[in-house]
C-alpha cells in the first residue's frame, strides 16, 4: 500500500526566504507526481505535475524534482512571499492515487 | 471554460437522509475523481471514471455510498442513509490522458457536507 508523508506538517519563513517542501512515499512504481497549493476553504490548484520518466518541472519560481529511486520529491519556492501562505500538497499516483497530509506554509511579511 | 463545477456548495442534512452531490467536469476530459476531505483523514480518493465507466472504487467507504457518471459532462455522488461521521468536503476533479500520459487534474471547490 502506498503511503505519501509530508514533513514538517507545518513551516513559517519570513517573506524572502527560500521554501524548500519534501515529500516522500513508499512505493516507487508511480507514473507521475503532483504538487497542489491549496487555499483555506477552497479546492486545490495544480502546481506542478512530474512525469516518472522526468527529474523535475519548473515554472515561475516554482521547481519541483523527483526521485524515485530514493522515493522523494521536493517543491522548492524561490524568493517567498505572503501570498504563497498555503497548504502544499504532494500526491503520488501508481496504482492508487494517494495524498501526502500537505505542509502548511505561513509566509510572514 | 468555467472549470470544474460542483453542486451544491454547502450542504446541511440529519442522519438518515439522502444527500446528492453533482458534479459538471471540463469538456474533453476524460478522467473524473471523487476525493474526500477531512482533519482526521487527509483527501482521499473514493472512486474515477474514465470515459464515463468506473475504474477503481476501492475507495469508497461501505454501500451507503454510490457514485455515478451518466454521460461525460455529469457525475453523481450518494449517500444513502447519510450519518455524521460522512461529514466532510467532497471534491470533484477531471484531468484528460493524451498520448498515454494523464495529465494535470483540475478540482472543482467541493461540496461542503455537514450531517447533523
Known amino acids: 500500500k502506498q503511503e505519501v508523508t509530508q514533513i514538517p506538517a507545518a513551516l513559517s519563513v519570513p517573506e524572502g526566504e527560500n521554501l524548500v517542501l519534501n515529500c516522500s512515499f513508499t512505493?516507487?512504481?508511480?507514473?507521475?507526481l503532483q504538487w497542489f497549493r491549496q487555499d483555506p476553504g477552497k479546492g486545490l490548484t495544480s502546481l506542478l505535475l512530474i512525469q516518472s520518466s522526468q527529474r523535475e518541472q519548473t515554472s515561475g519560481r516554482l521547481n519541483a524534482s523527483l526521485d524515485k529511486s530514493s522515493g522523494r520529491s521536493t517543491l522548492y519556492i524561490a524568493a517567498s512571499q505572503p501570498g504563497d501562505s498555503a497548504t502544499y500538497l504532494c500526491?503520488?499516483?501508481?496504482?492508487?492515487?494517494?495524498f501526502g497530509g500537505g505542509t502548511r506554509v505561513l509566509v510572514k511579511p | 471554460d468555467a472549470g470544474v463545477i460542483q453542486s451544491p456548495r454547502h450542504e446541511v442534512t440529519e442522519m438518515g437522509q439522502e444527500v446528492t452531490l453533482r458534479c459538471k467536469p471540463i469538456s474533453g476530459h476524460d478522467y473524473l475523481f471523487w476525493y474526500r476531505q477531512t482533519m482526521m483523514r487527509g483527501l482521499e480518493l473514493l472512486i474515477y471514471?474514465?470515459?464515463?465507466?468506473?475504474?477503481?472504487d476501492s475507495g469508497m467507504p461501505e454501500d451507503r455510498f454510490s457514485a455515478k457518471m451518466p454521460n461525460a459532462s455529469f457525475s453523481t455522488l450518494k449517500i444513502q442513509p447519510s450519518e455524521p461521521r460522512d461529514s466532510a468536503v467532497y471534491f470533484c476533479?477531471?484531468?484528460?490522458?493524451?498520448?498515454?500520459?494523464?495529465?494535470?487534474?483540475?478540482f472543482g471547490p467541493g461540496t461542503r457536507l455537514l450531517v447533523l
Open positions: 471514471f474514465n470515459n464515463n465507466v468506473p475504474i477503481d
Open positions: 476533479a477531471s484531468s484528460l490522458r493524451a498520448g498515454g500520459i494523464v495529465l494535470t487534474q483540475y
Open positions: 500526491q503520488a499516483a501508481g496504482n492508487k492515487l494517494t
Open positions: 512505493d516507487s512504481a508511480i507514473y507521475n
